[in-house]
């Protein structure tokens, strides 16, 4: 079974919580609650994230504050921010937004379907990268069992097979993805992003090719998924 990704909803307002897992529930992915951004930080400890959606106007710890904290850390700075805001202030508000690492910035009261729209497209990109975990992990175990160059037996023959054909589901979904994104205008960010998820899908396919009887007597090096 494949996991769900967790979404973290942040807001002090429990209507608005409501409004956004009513809206994002047909993703069908895991929806998270925090009722504040110490609430939040909290949850970033222990949990991985598709995405953040991140209200600003909360008492304490506002939305930019928050983020702040969020893009300082290794392990969360990477997760992609949607801010959410009742007022608008103009550009120089919403320029503070994606100084403080958002990748979008949304007025409310927004349309329903753009959020779910916009979401979406950060949550395929965050499984496509779990995927590419997966098999950088399993090819690992094949480097380490199959020692330098090519890897014999039937045993692993067909693992590298299995491997190769797992990788190309991945690479057919990612191409797909990278296409619709070209199609509608997608964001700025989201673009990158898939794009540096087909260079680490480039990566591997050439280190899983060096596995190839044949293919030489080389160490194949395992890309880095950072």
């Given at each position: ?13 429990p ?33 991985d ?22 893009k ?12 959410l ?21 949304i ?87 898939a ?32």
């Amino acid at each position: 079974m494949v996991q769900k990704a967790k979404i973290l909803l942040v807001d002090d307002r429990p209507e608005n919580l409501l409004a956004l897992e009513a809206i994002l529930s047909a993703l069908d992915q895991t929806l998270v609650r925090a009722s504040s951004g110490e609430e939040a930080l909290k949850a970033l400890l222990t949990d991985d994230f598709a995405v953040i959606l991140l209200d600003v106007q909360m008492p304490g710890m506002d939305g930019f504050e928050t983020a702040a904290h969020i893009k300082r850390r290794e392990r969360t700075r990477d997760i992609p921010i949607i801010f959410l805001t009742a007022i608008n202030h103009g550009p120089h508000h919403t320029f503070r937004g994606y100084a403080a690492g958002a990748v979008d910035y949304i007025s409310k009261p927004f349309d329903p379907w753009v959020l779910r729209a916009k979401v979406s497209v950060f949550v395929e990109l965050y499984m496509k990268n779990c995927q590419l975990r997966e098999q950088a992990a399993l090819l690992r175990l094949q480097l380490e069992g199959g020692g330098k160059g090519t890897v014999g037996g039937k045993e692993s023959a067909g693992l590298l097979a299995e491997l190769s054909a797992r990788l190309a589901a991945v690479e057919e979904q990612a191409e797909a993805l990278s296409k619709q994104l070209d199609d509608e205008s997608a964001d700025a960010a989201a673009v990158a992003t898939a794009a540096h998820l087909e260079r680490k899908l480039t990566g591997l396919r050439r280190a899983l090719d060096a596995l190839e009887p044949g293919a030489g007597t080389g160490s194949a090096s395992v890309p880095s998924q950072n």
